[in-house]
């Protein structure tokens, strides 16, 4: 349907739309809200014609507009509630982690961050009555550090049926920043095919710091990592879907002074990043989660395990 929109658009012969779909625009409002010399860039336009595309996609495009309070309240019923496993860390999140927005955990090594996202995986399979989202999951492994082994010790301990747990996780491990983007469009595809209601990126940000190195490549990461960013929102929308990324905190002084508590990604995951949380090791097996920002939850801590069985409270 939106293939043909855009073939329909003035100025859009056939191997124009192709390069655009090819590109990852797939509907209207992409391309409308694209800017005329990226546009330009991806599907070999003059300037002038982008230019002259894009405003017909925003003619033909459902912009959307401004609703009202109660609307949005009847929306919010919508939004689906993921358990991490640990009460008081979803008593601290306001119920769970939400559908449609990206939560991300960020901390030291060893903080729990893949332990976490091993536990999401197999509760986002889960009926709701038991904290899950009756759906399938996805993971973006770009660390080499997901585990099949581990989701079968964790559905185990619990008593689930691991085997159709793991049919129910889709595992890509992503070699590279630009790979790691490729898959989050293509997870876009799995979407429409299978009810994917959970997508990790574990870990988000580590290629993007391998790759990006130095005060003069800032900019650049900064824009591509907003780029993969908003692929990510677009799935979660379209799906209604929970993104859960992870992240490191910084510790070389190039990188934002190197505070140890604060995350990498800059402002750019900051803003785009609805729900962000603090991990960090305590003793033994316990962790502490610490909310650090939230549209409607206050700052708060809670403590949890990881045990055999995963994520405990
Ligand atoms: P980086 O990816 O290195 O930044 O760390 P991370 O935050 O992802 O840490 P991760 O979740 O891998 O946590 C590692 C810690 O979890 C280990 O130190 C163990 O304490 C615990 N852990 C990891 N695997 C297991 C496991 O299979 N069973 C149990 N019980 N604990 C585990
Ligand atoms: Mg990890």
């Known amino acids: 349907m939106s293939e043909e929109e855009i073939k329909e658009l003035p100025g859009v012969g056939p191997a124009t739309a192709e390069k655009l779909m090819d590109s990852g625009y797939k509907d209207l409002l992409s391309i409308a809200v694209e800017s005329p010399r990226v546009l330009s860039d991806v599907a070999d336009l003059g300037d002038s014609t982008a230019g002259k595309v894009i405003q017909a996609a925003k003619d033909a495009a459902d ?39 990206i939560t991300e955990f960020f901390g030291e090594f060893g903080s729990g961050k893949t332990q976490v996202a091993h536990q999401l995986l197999v509760n986002a399979t889960l009926p709701e009555e038991e904290g899950g989202l009756d759906g399938e999951a996805m993971i973006i492994d770009t660390e080499n550090s997901f585990r099949p082994e581990r989701i079968t010790e964790i559905a185990e301990g619990r008593d689930l049926d691991a085997e159709s747990i793991l049919e129910d996780i889709h595992v890509a491990r992503a070699f590279n920043t630009h790979h790691q983007m490729l898959l989050a469009e ?83 995951l900051g803003h785009t990043a609805t729900f962000r949380i603090y ?16 549209p409607n939850m206050p700052e708060g801590e809670a403590v949890f395990k990881v045990e055999a069985c995963g994520v405990t409270e």
């Open 186 to 268: 293509k997870a876009l595809d799995i979407g429409d095919e299978h009810p994917i209601k959970l997508l990790v990126v574990d870990s988000l940000t580590s290629h993007f710091r391998a790759e990006y190195v130095g005060r003069g490549s800032l900019a650049e990461r900064q824009q591509t990592l907003n780029k993969h960013l908003h692929e990510l929102l677009k799935f979660a929308e379209r799906n209604n879907a929970a993104i859960v990324v992870t992240n490191q905190v910084t510790a070389n002084p190039d990188q934002f002074f190197g505070d140890p508590t604060k995350p990498i990604g800059g402002h750019i």
């Open 279 to 294: 991990l960090r090791k305590s003793k033994g097996d316990k962790r502490i989660a610490r909310l650090v920002d939230s």
């Open 63 to 101: 912009i959307g507009g401004f609703e009202t309070g109660d609307q949005l309240l009847e929306k919010r019923k919508n939004v689906g509630m993921l358990t991490t496993s640990a009460e008081s860390v979803d008593d601290l999140l306001g119920g769970g982690i939400e559908t449609g927005s």
